[in-house]
């Protein structure tokens, strides 16, 4: 299994407040994103990172921010967490930019937004 | 836009029937396309991928699928259904920088 895990696995909070996904890799990779699944859409790209500081939008980066200031770590956060945000939040890396290149993924965080 | 659409969101059959995924895509440019399946709880997990070397690709646990260009279609299948196969499949495609486009993906469900 890719070395990557995520911090939480389960965090219940309320709207308004800031939560902060982690997401840490033993691999030295240099692509990390972050995901959201949703039943009935699969998962959707948040954010994405091709390098420390380098980071570049998904396709619902909407009310969420990410950071990389270590080529392992990538946090994932959501200032104002809404109910609109409760979902299961993966992480993905990936070795190269070659076009074939595999993403693997974390174990996914549930998210609850009450 | 490229995209791709997954047929039926939730596919049921027999324990040691043939199991069918339907994964169409939509591309002007030659896809890159993988199956990846989520076991309960779990991340996902590549199952085989489509990088244009050959129309049929064989994956892991017995899971197998071919690209047909005339019919923009990278379908999944396995001969014999086992118990452990009950997961969720999801199609997806490589699009610009890396990024994966999933399709909402397929619920398979194994009766014994």
């Known amino acids: 299994d890719a070395g990557i895990t995520q911090s939480p696995r389960h965090k219940v909070t309320e709207t308004g407040t800031p939560v902060t996904l982690r997401c840490h890799q033993t691999e030295n990779h240099r692509y990390m994103y972050w995901y959201r699944q949703d039943p009935g859409h699969g998962l959707r790209l948040i954010h994405y990172s091709y390098g420390v500081k380098d980071t570049d939008k998904g396709e619902v980066s909407d009310g969420y921010s990410v950071s990389r200031s270590k080529t392992e770590d990538f946090l994932l956060t959501l200032e104002s967490a809404t109910s609109s945000q409760t979902s299961v939040y993966f992480c993905a890396i990936s070795e190269s930019n070659l076009r074939a290149n595999e993403q693997f993924f974390g174990p996914g965080t549930r998210l609850t937004v009450l | 836009a490229q995209s791709v659409t997954q047929l039926g969101s939730h596919v049921s059959v027999s324990e040691g029937a043939l199991v069918l995924l339907r994964c169409n895509y939509s591309?002007?440019?030659?896809?890159?396309l993988f199956w990846y399946v989520q076991y309960p709880n779990q991340g996902l997990q590549l199952l085989l991928k489509y990088t244009s070397a050959a129309t049929l690709v064989k994956g892991i646990n017995g899971f197998e699928a071919e690209f047909k260009k005339s019919e923009t279609s990278f379908h999944l299948t396995k001969p014999s259904a086992h118990m452990s196969d009950a997961a969720e499949y999801f199609c997806a495609f490589l699009g610009g920088a890396q990024k994966l486009v999933f399709g909402q993906g397929t619920r398979l469900t194994i009766n014994p």
């Open positions: 591309s002007s440019v030659p896809p890159y």
